[in-house]
């Protein structure tokens, strides 16, 4: 707490003003639940011994305002969340044209006196807090509702609390860094993502605040904020629209249920946590509203990882063919076929005598009026329709049909030529006729439409589906314009083989949740307004453009990483032809600027990057300086290995590391070090999988591609037997897994082309077992003695 930091001359002015805040909102919050008069009666008591100096808090005038009483349960809801810290920062402001300066607290709510309305917390996400994350001290300017003001910004403090009691205050000037923010970074990690509302910065501001309008896609380099700032952008449309949508109707898709589980602490604290968190495979199977088997999703990257394939290039031509545009088209040209299949070929009759609605006409229902709705909601429309026509019609037939023969019966009683028995079964057979058809009528009129309408073709999805993937001569039809005959044969046989095992694979799941949305529609409780996509890089093109039709809507943030892109076989190669092609409305920006780890691993990490097969740009760390990379040669037993790893990681634990995690290539090798560690140390380890929770406290070992979007505070990369080569994936996996550490990185293995660390030009510390093991445990707190200096 430092008694030197409270000596700011205003730290006890400050206090006060906590305190005020403080019981201004206990007040709220009780008064929230009680009723009126007790409310008055004990309001008295409650504000005894309180003096805060600004006279426009006047505690008479909440008093007697009744509205205090009236507040929502949400709002009551987030003032007891944000409680122990009502703001965590403030500006004085003094608007031009304007006499007094404004003084402005920032908290995750917001708070008004009931009666002067001035605020007593401002929301961080209200417009006139961008005067805290964008404006320097001086002249500044900020908009609102389309108008802008100018004004001059005279002080920007920041305040640390802990557990509702404030620790110290700040005053940011043009020359003092932002040191909260490398104050937050240098924290532990706590296997969760936290809120950074405090210390957003002004780049990523500007993402979360870009036009909500209008679609946003964010390539961002690892540790750049893209997950955070993606909450904290829907935290923003929320309040911004929060009357006009709900935060179920925003939904939020992830890469995995692990990664919902890692982001779910932040949710709350954002006030999202009712948006709907899913991941691809899951929302789309909801869509469907059918069971349907998958393969593994990560089985095909494990394929490629592993040199499993005879005709790799085939393996992936075939899964980002099924992702791509074309493959979209070709579904577009089926789905016009498919209508035609749909139409009434007849005329619709009421019995055989009377023509009610002409196929002509329903076509043109089908195809021209209804192109809104799915295919068999339009046929439901005509039939509606029918329904109608023969509940208004049936009458005016029957009236017809009763006139026409009144009329016959009328001519034949008086006519008196007519014998009399003869007249007697003329009409006797008229009454019949008439009875007859008045009754075929109405029975028709109960049946007719269902059995025109049952008459039309009624499939499932998985039937159109198959029809077109598994059908060489109706597939060559649509997909000769695009593919040879040698790619068609294999695009089918594949496709045969999943249908013989009753499967699917993740790639299909783009064209049946197209078919599915065209053809049958999407529940619209699963219609998400508004959509976030995370890891968006291991999206194919067709995945994003089946989600845009299947929600109606293009308003998606979607943020990603190419250089991660570890699916990109299947995946987006290139964010311009998604900006073009799928979402031409959508602003593009990117983020260079790394926040999670430091200045030592960030150089490694961007050597490794450089091996890619194309630019990308340095990843540029934010300043921030800790021990370099180690690598650990160990070219003995395995068991000996995972001793020495035990070792630096109960240092770590010493020295103060939470959440450590050890990264294998895949899960095989991953499942080995698990083995090894519970066979020769006491460590608790968690193997994670893909469905599971993050145990806070045990080391977790986990595959590179799972990791992807976690960190950790201390990272070590173990290759036993599954090496690190120079191929895209290879080079991306290592990438990934070297980019989640915060503080240390260190790798384990028999030689350091495993982690192709002959490419890390500088920063690296080289230890060898070659001394033996005592020896390199001594080397290894040497370092960590020279990293602790440093
Ligand atoms: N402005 C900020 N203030 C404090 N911490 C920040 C800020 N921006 C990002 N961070 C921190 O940096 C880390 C990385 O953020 P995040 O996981 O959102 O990045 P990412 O771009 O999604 O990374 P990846 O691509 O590796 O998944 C997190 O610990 C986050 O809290």
Not at 165 to 181: C, G
Not at 290 to 315: A, T
Request: net charge negative; charged share 30%; aromatic share 10%.
């Amino acid at each position: 707490m430092g008694e030197k930091k409270k000596k700011h001359p205003e730290f006890d002015q400050e206090v006060e003003r906590l305190l005020f805040t403080k019981k201004y909102m206990d007040i709220v919050i009780k008064a929230s639940e009680m009723d009126e008069e007790s409310f008055r009666s004990s309001f008295k008591e409650a504000l005894e011994g309180m003096d805060f100096k600004d006279s426009s808090f006047s505690y008479m005038n909440m008093l007697t305002n009744a509205n205090l009483l009236q507040r929502t349960q949400e709002e009551i809801r987030n003032l007891k969340k944000i409680y122990n810290k009502p703001y965590f920062a403030r500006v004085d402001y003094k608007r031009e044209g304007k006499d007094q300066e404004e003084i402005l607290y920032f908290g995750k709510a917001s708070l008004f006196d009931r009666e002067t309305q001035d605020p007593i917390i401002v929301d961080w996400r209200s417009p006139i807090a961008n005067l805290y994350y964008d404006g320097r001290l001086g002249d500044v300017q900020y908009e609102a509702e389309g108008e802008v003001y100018d004004g001059y910004l005279s002080l920007k403090r920041q305040y640390i609390m802990e557990d509702g009691e404030l620790e110290e205050i700040r005053d940011v000037d043009l020359t003092t860094t932002d040191e909260l923010l490398q104050e937050s970074l240098s924290g532990s990690s706590s296997n969760r993502l936290t809120d950074i509302v405090s210390t957003i910065q002004e780049e990523q501001n500007r993402i979360i605040r870009a036009d909500l309008n209008k679609p946003i896609i964010v390539q961002g380099a690892a540790g750049s904020g893209k997950t955070t700032i993606a909450l904290h952008r829907i935290s923003y449309f929320i309040y911004t629209y929060q009357e006009h949508f709900r935060p179920e109707q925003l939904m939020i898709l992830a890469p995995n249920n692990l990664f919902i589980d890692y982001i779910s602490e932040v949710l709350p604290e954002l006030g999202v946590d009712r948006i709907l968190q899913t991941t691809f495979i899951d929302y789309v199977k909801s869509c469907i509203g059918k069971k349907i088997k998958l393969r593994p999703p990560s089985e095909k990257l494990m394929g490629f990882i592993n040199h499993e394939y005879e005709d790799p290039e085939m393996v992936q031509w075939l899964a980002s063919f099924k992702g791509s545009l074309e493959f979209k088209e070709i579904m577009d040209a089926y789905l016009t076929d498919i209508l035609e299949t749909l139409l009434p070929k007849e005329d619709f009759y009421l019995t055989e005598k009377f023509k009610l609605y002409t196929a002509e006409r329903m076509e043109q229902l089908i195809k021209r009026e209804y192109t809104y709705l799915p295919y068999y909601r339009r046929i439901e429309k005509v039939k509606e329709v029918l329904q109608n026509y023969v509940r208004t019609e049936k009458k005016t037939l029957i009236l017809k049909v009763e006139k026409f023969y009144d009329h016959k019966l009328d001519k034949a009683l008086f006519n008196s030529n007519l014998d009399p028995a003869k007249r007697k079964s003329y009409v006797t057979k008229a009454m019949d006729k008439k009875d007859e058809l008045v009754n075929e009528i109405m029975r028709e009129s109960r049946t007719a439409v269902n059995a025109f309408i049952r008459k039309l073709p009624k499939h499932t999805l998985f039937y159109y589906y198959e029809q077109l993937v598994t059908d060489r001569e109706r597939f060559a039809k649509y997909a000769k314009a695009y593919l040879d005959d040698y790619q068609i044969r294999y695009f089918i046989n594949h496709q045969i083989k999943l249908h013989k095992q009753k499967n699917y694979e993740l790639e299909d799941l783009a064209g049946l949740l197209y078919l599915q949305h065209n053809l049958f529609g999407i529940d619209k409780d699963l219609r998400a307004r508004n959509v976030v996509i995370d890891e968006a890089q291991d999206y194919s093109y067709f995945q994003l453009a089946a989600l845009k039709s299947a929600l109606e809507t293009d308003m998606f943030t979607i943020v990603g990483d190419l250089a991660q892109g570890i699916h990109s076989y299947r995946g987006i190669q290139d964010w311009n032809k998604v900006k073009e092609e799928i979402f031409p409305r959508a602003a593009y920006t990117t983020l260079q600027k790394s926040y999670r780890t430091t200045v030592e691993i960030m150089q490694a990490a961007n050597d490794i990057l450089a091996l890619l097969p194309f630019e990308l740009p340095r990843v540029e760390p934010v300043v921030r300086h800790g021990a370099k990379p180690r690598f650990v040669e160990w070219r003995e037993s395995d068991a000996k290995m995972v001793a020495v790893m035990a070792q630096d990681i109960e240092k770590l634990y010493a020295d103060g590391r939470k959440t450590i995690a050890i990264i294998g290539k895949t899960e095989k090798e991953c499942g080995k070090i698990e083995s090894l560690f519970r066979k020769h140390t006491d460590l608790s380890v968690q193997l994670l999988k893909e469905n599971e929770e993050i145990n806070q406290k045990d080391v977790v070992i986990v595959h590179a591609q799972l990791a992807k979007g976690l960190e950790f505070d201390a990272v070590l990369l173990c290759a036993l037997d599954e090496v690190y080569t120079e191929t895209e994936i290879d080079v991306k996996l290592l990438y990934v897994a070297m980019t989640r550490p915060l503080h240390h990185l260190s790798f384990y293995g028999k030689d350091h082309t495993a982690f192709l660390l002959g490419h890390v030009s500088e920063g690296l510390v080289e230890l060898s077992d070659q001394a033996g093991q005592a020896e390199l445990v001594d080397q290894v707190d040497q370092v960590d003695q020279v990293d602790q200096v440093n």
